[in-house]
């Protein structure tokens, strides 16, 4: 949770999910979850997407191949992989998948 602190210190609003199978549906349908001041529900103010790679339910990996998958501005919004994980097929395969950026960790608060 460092990238989620680092972020709030830096007045970012963020949504947190603790699965992929979460993420996605906060993505797909973000009012379910109580979130406010998303404009139309369609998740249209997301500015970044930050999935680990390792996460129960269903992985980064997956779920970078789903959300590219859905419809509307969505599946446009850049995507930052993150994992401890140095595994160079790991990481090309977020390429694949559609990330835009790899961040290795472990990451610190300056």
């Known amino acids: 949770m460092v990238i989620g602190r680092m972020l709030s210190k830096m007045n970012f609003e963020t949504v947190k999910a603790f699965n992929g199978a979460e993420a996605l549906n906060i993505l797909k349908n973000p009012k379910c979850y109580g979130i406010i001041g998303w404009g139309d529900g369609q998740c249209s103010n997301f500015s970044v997407i930050i999935t680990d790679l390792n ?55 300056a």
């Open 55 to 109: 996460m129960p339910i269903m992985d980064g990996l997956d779920l970078i191949r789903n959300t590219r998958k859905t419809e509307g501005r969505i599946a446009k919004v850049p995507i930052l992989m993150i994992s401890s994980s140095d595994d160079k097929d790991h990481i090309e395969e977020g390429w694949k998948a559609g990330m835009n950026d790899f961040m290795g960790k472990p990451l610190s608060e």
